[in-house]
């Protein structure tokens, strides 16, 4: 924060100050820092099934819906499209079609899914 004022355009075309108490500034040392940063923010943000890149056996965080709207978090493994739609396994039972089958059931629809975060390490 300075001492100094900012004034911002609205959308209506009016000016006024900004208000920066909600901002969140981060600092690199270096545009490598700031790439790390960015990467790191990405990552960590759901994403559409609809903009998920085909592939098969990779393994993702699923953020599934039931027909009453509950969400819920599961490991699955993504698979090849069937019908074009992307297919899902997991070995969490309660997600599954059938006790001894490791797909998706019908009744949790994926809606969204993320790339697993990488193995906590300790930092000397």
Same mark, same amino acid.
């Given at each position: ?23 969140? /500034?981060?600092?690199?040392?270096? !545009? *490598?820092?700031q790439e790390?940063?960015?990467? =790191?923010? %990405?990552?960590? @943000? ?29 490991? /699955?493994?993504?698979?090849?499209? !069937? *019908? ?6 997991? =070995?969490? %039972?309660?997600? @599954? ?28």
């Amino acid at each position: 924060m300075s001492d100094g004022m900012t004034l911002v355009q609205h959308e209506d075309g009016t000016f006024g100050a900004y208000d920066d108490t909600y901002d969140i /500034a981060i600092h690199c040392k270096s !545009k *490598e820092e700031q790439e790390r940063a960015i990467k =790191h923010l %990405k990552s960590t @943000c759901w994403i559409p099934v609809s903009d998920m890149p085909n592939g098969c056996g990779y393994p993702v965080l699923l953020t599934v819906e039931n027909k009453f709207g509950q969400r819920e978090v599961c490991k /699955a493994f993504t698979n090849y499209m !069937k *019908e074009g739609k992307q297919l899902f396994y997991t =070995h969490e %039972k309660e997600f @599954c079609a059938e006790l001894t089958s490791s797909r998706l059931s019908e009744h949790w629809k994926p809606i969204a899914w993320m790339p697993l975060p990488k193995c906590y390490k300790e930092t000397e």
